[in-house]
């Protein structure tokens, strides 16, 4: 019978951090190799392996030394090289360790880029057949994998036939640097301010929003390394760093994530959800993932994907005086949202799942190994 794991909302958990939890008689550890800047000290049964301070053996030493019961969070997607070396620790626990729970975070079914956009197809193919085999070299009855959007959780369950408990849908969070307030300078600073602002390269649609933009008479800046000819006189396409990103980010009215439909990958979470918690009127594409995280018209405006006139049209929108009231409302209620997805309380979420994992079923079926 199904264990009925809820869905990981941050409405559904709250572990007081003094817990101890026990498997066995035997107060479990949870080792992480994720870490949260923001939250140093956490609860008495995690033990934070920093693998660019402990180095690769003191991480081997944790993985032998682990008790049945005790748990692992590795790294599903972030950073090419953190994410491999976090997906060999799983398959080692995997294959060498039975009872050592995994979870793993943002987990990675598919590439975000379609086979037809990739500049070469037959990479595109191999580097998606290594990335579904490196998942599943991890998998064991005590492997539990966090998406972060309800339709990749049913998607790897079909494709798979992993059992349904443990495949788990987890909210992402804001992730904005502890010193924005000094990196990013108020507008009165600057002679020009930044109306509407886009960034990051990842799924991106900037065609279309360069396309929505020649509607419009304000000054659209979009953070990007991409190279686009034919841009009107009002849209400026550039690489920025760090502090120059949330310079603009920050004096912006608005964010645009215009993002591309893709069937079988979400994208874009973290990008607006901070600009959410920044309190920007937020524009995003009607894409996977987008619905699991906000809700449209109330928290974000969403728009269908690939569509210049709705997107021109939402934009127009917001900056329309006569709907100020409701732009300032939509603005309030993202940013309260987005109050409790930092990414202190995704570590929290997480490490919710690990202290619920070994209590729930040690003995599930594989049958993707099978």
């Known amino acids: 019978m199904p264990l009925g794991l809820p869905l990981f909302s ?15 008689g035997n107060a479990m550890r949870i080792y992480s190799l994720i870490w949260c800047d923001h939250d140093p000290h ?25 008790r049945p019961g005790d748990a692992f969070i590795l790294n599903g997607a972030l950073g090419l090289r953190e994410y491999l070396f976090d997906l060999w620790i799983a398959a080692i626990i995997a294959l060498f360790r039975k009872g050592i729970t995994i979870v793993i975070s943002d987990a990675t ?35 539990f994998y966090c998406f972060l959007s309800k339709a990749e ?36 600073d600057e002679k020009e301010d930044v109306v509407v602002f886009s960034g990051g390269n990842s799924s991106r649609d900037y065609e279309t929003l360069i396309e929505a933009a020649r509607g419009c008479d304000k000054r659209f800046l979009i953070a990007s390394s991409n190279i686009y000819s034919d841009l009107p006189d009002n849209v400026t396409v550039k690489w920025l ?8 980010l920050s004096r912006s009215s608005i964010v645009v994530v215009p993002l591309v439909a ?44 690939h569509d210049a006139q709705a997107l021109r049209n939402a934009i127009l929108w917001a900056l329309a005086e006569k709907n100020g009231e409701s732009v300032e409302a939509i603005r309030k209620s993202g940013m309260d949202l987005c109050g409790s997805l930092t990414f202190v309380d995704y570590f929290h979420r997480l490490q919710a799942i690990a202290r619920w994992a070994p209590k729930s079923h040690l003995a599930y079926s594989s049958p993707a190994r099978e």
């Open 10 to 24: 941050h409405e559904e958990i709250w572990w007081p951090r003094a817990n101890r939890h026990f498997v066995g």
């Open 42 to 66: 956490p609860s008495g049964d995690v033990i934070i392996l920093n693998r660019h301070k402990v180095g690769v053996l003191a991480i081997v030493r944790a993985i032998f030394s682990a």
């Open 109 to 143: 079914w598919h590439p975000r880029a379609e086979g037809d956009r990739s500049k070469t197809k037959q990479f595109h193919r191999l580097y998606a057949w290594f990335q579904r085999k490196l998942l599943l070299a991890a998998e064991s009855p005590w492997t």
């Open 153 to 188: 959780v049913d998607l790897f369950r079909r494709e798979t036939g992993i059992h349904a408990d443990r495949v788990i849908f987890t909210k992402f969070c804001t992730q904005l640097p502890p010193n924005l307030n000094a990196i990013a300078p108020s507008s009165q």
């Open 241 to 248: 760093d760090q502090q120059e990103y949330y310079a603009a």
């Open 262 to 305: 893709h069937p079988r990958r979400s994208a874009g979470q973290q990008t607006y959800l901070s600009a959410m918690a920044l309190g920007k009127l937020t524009i995003v594409s009607d894409v996977m993932g987008v619905n699991d995280h906000l809700r449209p018209g109330i928290d974000a405006l969403v728009v269908p994907a």
